[in-house]
């Protein structure tokens, strides 16, 4: 017949060391030396060989508190899939121009890699010198909306 126990966390209620003896014995991470990496100081020696590997030691690299990422798209990738745009409903085409706001595809600004072969009116927030110059020579024009609101803080054409 089996005999039902209770715990013995249970038992040692009341007991003031829990079995351990003195109480400064099982006090918590510091009487293991501390939790996780700890240890590996300066006499940490026989972790070091396996810390070097991860590179624990030292700090590396920086983020920048006011970073943003800008999603950018050359003038390339709109050129060549335009049609496929037209048909998923992301661009339109109006008298023989493709509209299409890079906005609406995820990106924020226009670079200028590549040639364009067909007219294209690009709305996008920020745009590149070679990607407005790239539009515009293929009958094309790159709309800026912010551009207008903006002029006093400083020209919205990056490179």
Do not use: C
């Not at 060549?80 to 990106?107: M, Y």
């Amino acid at each position: 017949m089996t005999v039902n126990r209770r715990k013995k966390d249970v038992k040692q209620r009341g007991s003031h060391t829990h079995g351990w003896g003195s109480k400064k014995k099982h006090r918590g991470s510091g009487n293991r030396g501390g939790k996780g990496m700890a240890g590996t100081g300066k006499r940490g020696d026989a972790k070091k060989p396996s810390i070097w590997q991860e590179e624990y030691f030292g700090k590396h690299g920086f983020v920048h508190k006011n970073a943003t990422q800008v999603e950018a798209v050359n003038v390339e990738f709109i050129d060549q899939n335009i049609e496929k745009l037209v048909k998923l409903n992301a661009a339109k085409q109006q008298d023989g121009v493709f509209v299409v706001n890079i906005a609406d595809l995820g990106f924020d600004k226009l670079l200028g890699k590549g040639k364009v072969t067909k007219k294209l009116r690009v709305t996008a927030d920020y745009a590149s010198a070679g990607a407005v110059e790239a539009v515009k020579s293929a009958g094309g024009e790159v709309v800026l909306p912010s551009q207008a609101a903006t002029r006093t803080k400083g020209v919205k054409v990056l490179d």
